[in-house]
């Protein structure tokens, strides 16, 4: 049966353009009902049920972003965003890569708890795929919850040309009880009046220092998309910030986002929300019941976020990211979703190691503006730390600069700890957070029996490239003489 249900659903997959839109089992939602938005899946051509085997090609396409826009993107499998990967927790991905870009480039996978040889970053766990070039990834993934794949060579160019998708690992014992479902990729891409990708060092030094964002603003690589739903049935967004700086700030006209899950999957309990913040390289998996009238539609918007010094000033103060229209009907009455927990242990602090580091920006005269990491226990000439198998380390992050900074730390989870050193509630495993400008953040990390040399980052990818990234190397594994970004 397992095998039959997978390949019906690869059927079905096949047909959607001819047959036109098919609606989950148990929606509520009228057909159709996310056309407009729904992300194109990569075909799995592997007939065991356990293993999902796809193919993703880099490539220059032209991708149409609205209606009169249009560009030569860098793209996975000729699209932004690439192709949605749906996976379930304990599968086996193989990904046959072939990059045909005109650069060489690689596949990160953020989030999984993956080995380290496939994690993506060149001169540390794999060579550079060179143009013309393959490699095929090949790992199992154990955690439920929304991840995404991008490049680690030239990450700022590369992400902001297009080179961003979203893997879903689902859970079928994990009992939400929406049907209806979207997956959104968050991002921004800078186009110049000419119709062409704004080069990736645009502002020089400046630029660099504070993170460029992109001029339009997509949501699945469209502007300013559109669905049809029901008044008041529940959906569950599964999102996901790729793009290369900006923060996103949503706003659904009033409406409530019930924030289930984070990077890891599901959190502890449930958290109502007003606006949703997410920075670059988190993910949220939020509930939420849309309801208006045909003649009162609803708008998903970014609001403005101050992210540090220049970030908001003459700026406009919101961007539309999607229309929700209100099919004609009655309004859903069914009852309301479950309440959603999940147990998490908190990480033992018992003889724990204390890491302090420190993000600053520096200037020397007649020089750039570079960002540092410092720390007793960081070795600022090799940008790395060291950490033994199995050893548990309660990380001091101060950011001393005038941006904020989501650290994201690679193949591993962790969890945040408030001022006193206890787990911040609702508890949740985390790949990235944000560290407030002029502020200090604590998180709790144990390294587990998967030696190899971990980068770790902030994921505003031209601070990155400025300067604030490292390594953690864990066991005796070799540090890389280099690292890429």
């Not at 000419?194 to 060092?201: H, Q, Y």
């Not at 599901?266 to 509930?287: C, S, W």
Request: aromatic fraction near 8%; charge should be negative; hydrophobic fraction near 40%.
């Amino acid at each position: 049966m397992p095998f039959a249900r997978r390949a019906l659903a690869a059927l079905m997959l096949l047909l959607l353009a001819g047959a036109g839109p098919v609606a989950a089992p148990g929606s509520v939602q009228p057909a159709g009902w996310d056309a407009g938005v729904r992300l194109p899946e990569a075909p799995d051509t592997n007939p065991d049920p356990h293993v999902v085997e796809i193919a993703i090609e880099a490539r220059v396409a032209r991708v149409q972003i609205a209606a009169e826009q249009s560009v030569d993107a860098w793209t996975y499998n000729g699209g932004v965003p690439g192709p949605l990967i749906r996976v379930r927790v304990g599968d086996r991905l193989v990904v046959h890569f072939t990059n045909h870009l005109p650069a060489p480039t690689t596949i990160h996978w953020h989030g999984i708890r993956l080995p380290i040889e496939m994690d993506g970053v060149p001169g540390v766990s794999q060579p550079e795929v060179k143009p013309g070039e393959s490699f095929t990834y090949d790992f199992t993934v154990p955690d439920a919850g929304l991840f995404w794949y991008h490049p680690h060579v030239a990450s700022a160019e590369q992400v902001g040309f297009g080179l961003y998708g979203a893997l879903l690992v689902e859970d079928p014992d994990d009992h939400v009880g929406v049907a209806d479902q979207l997956v959104m990729v968050l991002s921004d891409m800078s186009i110049v009046p000419a119709g062409t990708l704004e080069p990736a060092d645009a502002g020089g030094s400046i630029g660099t220092a504070f993170g460029r964002e992109g001029s339009h603003v997509l949501l699945n690589g469209r502007e300013r998309s559109t669905m049809t739903v029901r008044a008041g049935a529940p959906q569950r967004w599964r999102i996901v910030n790729t793009a290369k700086s900006r923060f996103f700030n949503l706003d659904l006209g009033g409406t409530i986002f019930r924030q289930i899950g984070t990077d890891g999957g599901l959190q502890e309990y449930a958290v109502d929300h007003d606006t949703l913040v997410l920075a670059p390289g988190e993910r949220a998996d939020v509930i939420v019941v849309p309801n208006g009238t045909p003649a009162r539609p609803l708008t998903l918007r970014s609001v403005l976020f101050y992210r540090g010094f220049g970030t908001v000033e003459g700026r406009f103060p919101y961007d539309d990211l999607a229309t929700i229209d209100f099919a004609e009907g009655p309004e859903y009455a069914g009852p309301a979703p479950p309440e959603v927990t999940r147990h998490i242990e908190p990480i033992d602090r018992t003889g724990a190691t204390a890491v302090d580091l420190q993000f600053t920006l520096v200037q020397a005269p007649d020089q750039a503006p570079e960002y540092q990491i410092s720390g007793p226990l960081f070795s600022a000439k090799e940008k790395l730390l060291r950490a033994k198998v199995g050893e548990t380390q309660i990380w001091e992050v101060t950011n001393k600069s005038s941006w904020s900074h989501p650290l994201h730390l690679h193949g591993y989870f962790f969890q945040v700890l408030d001022e006193k050193g206890a787990p911040v509630r609702p508890m949740a495993w985390k790949d990235t957070v944000n560290i407030p400008y002029d502020s200090t953040l604590r998180l709790i990390v144990r390294f587990d029996d998967r030696p190899g040399s971990w980068m770790f980052h902030c994921h505003i990818l031209d601070h990155a490239e400025g300067g604030l990234m490292g390594m953690v190397v864990v066991g005796n594994a070799p540090s890389a003489d280099h690292v890429h970004h």
